[in-house]
């Protein structure tokens, strides 16, 4: 059995490197060498770094990567490019404070972005030629610019173990930066991780990793959580323990409590499934898997208290007594909702071909309900992107009535919850608190409820449902009345 961890350090944290240094690295601020190797730590770039050189993932401001691909004779992109430049020089001048060190550290990033400039700007001369299209290159561009976000930290990093705190840490880049092989993920890693000690080294490597398929294509901005997946399940690791800037509580402390909100000391990979579906993700689903399939357990942590256990993540987990594990929810969710009156007998027919318009935008589902001849799907994306899919049903079924509405999705999740009447006290607290249930969805394995709200109802209806459903835990171990 291998005894080493792989750790992911997502990008709040990595903006604090004390803390990283001191609650990670050295484990509760303890020098020395016992329990400082044997673990492989992923990086994601600094917080707000990669909103800047692709797009805001929240508020959807445009970074370098969006200014590109929405070009125009301004070239404001390369106003873009600078204020990254001026940006990582920042941080930079934070981190090193010796000339030396800092006069590396901006060499290292100045010719990454550099490269990409100069990248851009040919391709962008390229596809002034009518025989090209700025569109067939766009996914390699998003790829590219991913990349020097996690290459930056990760290189930081390192050099500060190594320069600042003696530690024998390593870089390891899965960029594939001027690497002409196109390898698949694992043959990366493989390949990268092939000649290193683990009992002897410390490697921090990029959260980026360039792979023959891409992997913004298939992950977009989960693609860490699954090169952190597969370094832990192609190394064989013991466990894979992300670290986060806050806990995995029974709910948003912000928003039921700091008193009321409790770390959740266990729970199973079917749980953060259901989170990642919200867009509260533990770890992207397509990440999970390789753990579970490789009963690898994962532990999520909070960075600025490493002292606290974190959560356990198994696939075989069930809480002992039936019950509410966490409240989770989401805003910003558009109802689409498709009445026709001919798709009685059709069903299947109109599903499918709604479903390959969502697909088509990019949509994502994160409930949907269906009736004789109603589809309504609930939809966590833009209102442009809402606007397409509602055009392109209209074209394909003229007749059908649709309906967009912007509601909220609050959810009951819990590895079992199969209590009776628990569905009955849910909406009686919502109904107690004068919440509207719009919808209502709970399925037989009864791992969870999601209850469709009016968008300014939402942060109540998770009190609410925090306050009825959620007993007290200790340090994770549910107490929870049938």
């Known amino acids: 059995m291998n005894l080493h961890t792989v750790e992911k350090i997502g990008g709040t944290s990595m903006s604090d490197y ?23 730590f992923v990086v994601s770039a600094y917080g707000g770094i990669t909103d800047m050189l692709l797009e805001h993932k929240k508020s959807g401001r445009p970074g370098i990567f969006a ?3 929405d070009a125009n004779e301004d070239r404001s992109w390369n106003d ?68 020097i976000g996690e290459a930056h930290s ?81 190394t064989g690791a013991r466990e894979a323990i992300i670290h986060k800037e806050y806990h995995l509580s029974s709910a948003d402390p912000r928003l039921v409590g700091e008193a009321e909100a409790v770390p959740i000391g266990r729970t199973n990979y079917d749980v953060a499934d259901q989170l990642a579906n919200l867009g509260m993700e533990a770890i992207h689903p397509r990440a999970a898997k390789g753990l579970r399939q490789q009963e690898i357990p994962l532990r999520v942590m909070n960075t600025f208290e490493p002292e606290h256990a974190g959560t356990l993540v198994t696939g075989d987990y069930v809480s002992e007594t039936p019950c509410v594990e966490i409240i989770a929810g989401r805003k910003n969710i ?22 390959d318009i969502i697909r088509r935008f990019k949509g994502s589902v994160v409930t949907k309900d269906i009736n004789a001849n109603t589809i309504t799907h609930f939809l ?27 509601v909220a999705v609050v959810s009951a999740i819990g590895s079992d919850m199969k209590v009776p009447g628990m569905l009955s006290r849910a909406v009686a607290a919502l109904a107690r608190s004068g919440i509207s249930v719009l919808a209502v969805h709970q399925s037989m394995r009864q791992v969870d409820m999601q209850f469709v709200v009016n968008e300014n109802d939402y942060e109540e209806a998770v009190k609410s449902l925090h306050h009825a459903l959620v007993e007290v835990y200790d340090h994770g171990e549910a107490i929870c009345a049938a």
């Not at 030629?129 to 991913?146: S, T, Y």
């Not at 558009?334 to 071909?353: I, K, N, S």
């Open 18 to 40: 004390a803390a990283v240094r001191d609650n990670i690295i050295y484990k509760n601020g303890k020098a020395g060498n016992d329990g400082l190797y044997q673990r492989v």
């Open 67 to 69: 200014l590109f691909a």
């Open 80 to 147: 873009a490019i600078e204020a990254v430049r001026n940006r990582v020089h920042e941080i930079n001048a934070e981190l090193f404070t010796d000339a030396e060190q800092l006069a590396r550290a901006n060499d290292f990033i100045g010719e990454r972005l550099e490269d990409a400039e100069r990248c851009l700007a040919d391709l962008e001369r390229v596809c002034q030629h009518g025989h090209f299209a700025l569109e067939g290159h766009l996914n390699v561009v998003c790829e590219m610019l991913a990349s």
């Open 154 to 234: 990760a290189w930081n990093t390192a050099e500060l173990l190594r320069q600042q705190e003696g530690i024998n840490a390593r870089f390891v880049d899965l960029t594939g930066w001027r690497d002409g092989e196109h390898l698949t993920l694992d043959e990366r890693i493989e390949r990268a991780f092939k000649d290193i000690d683990l009992a002897k080294e410390l490697p921090i490597a990029t959260g980026y990793a360039h792979t023959r398929e891409g992997l913004m294509g298939t992950f977009a901005r989960g693609y860490s959580e699954m090169t952190f997946s597969r370094i832990a399940v192609v």
């Open 334 to 355: 558009y109802a689409v909702e498709c009445f026709d009156q001919d798709m009685m007998g059709l069903m299947t027919t109109y599903d499918r071909t709604i479903n």
């Open 380 to 406: 966590a994306c833009n209102l442009k992107t809402v606007k397409r899919i509602r055009a392109a049903i209209c074209e394909e079924y003229p007749d059908c009535d649709i309906q967009v509405r912007k």
